[in-house]
């Protein structure tokens, strides 16, 4: 039971009271009649009992002139994900939005309570990057009372409105372009962890390998330089490759120094290629081809749909495909 005397109710203890979610507390507040009665009931209750009055926020009141909105990201220190980043801002800016930025460093704990505090916070849309993107990821996102977009990543059946560059094809093009040249021994090295868009990556690649009558080999590792990079030395001392995809310019640009620290010539001994062309692709020696994934207009891209969905304009395809193409660098002939 809470202390009414010296503490100020919060929306947090409505939640705790009844027994419900912030995210149910909210809708109460701002939409009840996507609540069951039930339920209802029991918050309203719980909100008179406590003297609970809700804020301008809180109450999401229909007379406010700003527009929030949350961008949901695993990680701020991939090199892609700040990118992104800019380009959703740039766009906010152009609007007068204001981004709430919510980060879950990919503990799935930490990620329903950022939807939990996404959702008191009454954003008016959200914009939600996760590799990872699992059944109940996309459960949470169906439910959601307001618009939402997947920025980077897509669901496989395309029921979400997404933007992103078509995954499968462009790993299809990219091992085909080492199969020109006469390459037999083709390896892409993915990660351990499964990210659903890596699963697409992997599917260009073993289509390719396939309709040349070639043996796909995929192997797995960390995005941590700590395992990958001895991980490459023990793998490339035992086995001859003659070109390699690797799903994250950081991962190929470990692969690369390994290579090199073991007297194999890159690229006239091992042509390495990345993903995303990040500055990490600049920063290697040799510099890094890179499968070009315009990371900066996907963060603007989407944020623009996801305007076109709050306002309830009309949208002729909300899975959105940009462009990609190969940078050539220096690992590559």
Same mark, same amino acid.
């Given at each position: 039971?809470?202390?009414?005397?010296?503490?100020?109710?919060?929306?947090?203890?409505?939640?705790?009271?009844?027994?419900?979610?912030?995210?149910?507390?909210?809708?109460?507040?701002?939409?009840?009649?996507?609540?069951?009665?039930?339920?209802?009931?029991?918050?309203? #209750?719980?909100?008179?009992?406590?003297?609970?009055?809700?804020?301008?926020?809180?109450?999401?009141?229909?007379?406010?002139?700003?527009?929030?909105?949350?961008?949901?990201?695993?990680?701020?220190?991939?090199?892609?994900?700040?990118?992104?980043?800019?380009?959703?801002?740039?766009?906010?800016?152009?609007?007068?939005?204001?981004?709430?930025?919510?980060?879950?460093? *990919?503990?799935?704990?930490?990620?329903?309570?950022?939807?939990?505090?996404?959702?008191?916070?009454?954003?008016? *849309?959200?914009?939600?990057?996760?590799?990872?993107?699992?059944?109940?990821?996309?459960?949470?996102?169906?439910?959601?009372?307001?618009?939402?977009?997947?920025?980077?990543?897509?669901?496989?059946?395309?029921?979400?409105?997404?933007?992103?560059?078509?995954?499968?094809?462009?790993?299809?093009?990219?091992?085909?372009?080492?199969?020109?040249?006469?390459?037999?021994?083709?390896?892409?090295?993915?990660?351990?962890?499964?990210?659903?868009?890596?699963?697409?990556?992997?599917? *260009?690649?073993?289509?390719?390998?396939?309709?040349?009558?070639?043996?796909?080999?995929?192997?797995?590792?960390?995005?941590?330089?700590?395992?990958?990079?001895?991980?490459?030395?023990?793998?490339?001392?035992?086995?001859?490759?003659?070109?390699?995809?690797?799903?994250?310019?950081?991962?190929?640009?470990?692969?690369?120094?390994?290579?090199?620290?073991?007297?194999?010539?890159?690229?006239?001994?091992? #042509?390495?290629?990345?993903?995303?062309?990040?500055?990490?692709?600049?920063?290697?020696?040799?510099?890094?081809?890179?499968?070009?994934?315009?990371?900066?207009?996907? *963060?603007?891209?989407?944020?623009?749909?996801?305007?076109?969905?709050?306002?309830? #304009?009309?949208?002729?395809?909300?899975?959105?495909?940009?462009?990609?193409?190969?940078?050539?660098?220096?690992?590559?002939?």
């Amino acid at each position: 039971m809470i202390d009414l005397k010296n503490t100020k109710v919060t929306i947090y203890d409505v939640a705790s009271e009844a027994d419900v979610s912030l995210a149910t507390v909210s809708r109460v507040l701002n939409y009840p009649e996507k609540v069951k009665p039930a339920t209802r009931e029991k918050v309203l #209750e719980a909100i008179k009992h406590l003297g609970y009055r809700p804020n301008a926020i809180a109450r999401g009141l229909a007379s406010r002139k700003s527009t929030t909105v949350a961008l949901i990201v695993p990680d701020v220190s991939r090199a892609s994900v700040a990118e992104m980043i800019n380009g959703v801002l740039d766009i906010a800016r152009k609007y007068d939005y204001t981004v709430l930025l919510k980060v879950t460093n *990919g503990e799935d704990e930490v990620e329903e309570e950022v939807w939990q505090e996404v959702y008191a916070s009454q954003v008016d *849309g959200i914009l939600y990057l996760n590799d990872e993107l699992q059944e109940k990821n996309i459960s949470q996102i169906k439910a959601s009372s307001v618009p939402v977009v997947l920025c980077n990543t897509k669901e496989e059946n395309n029921l979400l409105p997404s933007v992103s560059i078509d995954f499968e094809s462009a790993f299809y093009e990219a091992t085909k372009s080492f199969i020109d040249k006469g390459k037999k021994e083709i390896l892409l090295v993915s990660t351990r962890s499964a990210y659903s868009v890596n699963a697409l990556k992997e599917g *260009g690649y073993i289509r390719a390998m396939y309709d040349a009558k070639l043996e796909p080999k995929v192997i797995r590792t960390s995005g941590r330089l700590v395992v990958n990079y001895p991980f490459f030395q023990e793998y490339l001392k035992q086995n001859s490759i003659e070109a390699a995809i690797v799903v994250r310019d950081s991962i190929a640009a470990s692969m690369i120094n390994a290579a090199c620290n073991l007297g194999i010539n890159v690229p006239d001994q091992l #042509e390495i290629m990345g993903f995303q062309n990040t500055k990490y692709s600049k920063m290697s020696r040799p510099t890094l081809t890179s499968i070009d994934n315009p990371i900066y207009d996907i *963060g603007a891209v989407s944020m623009r749909l996801l305007t076109k969905l709050m306002n309830k #304009e009309p949208i002729d395809n909300v899975n959105v495909i940009l462009p990609h193409n190969i940078i050539l660098r220096n690992s590559t002939k």
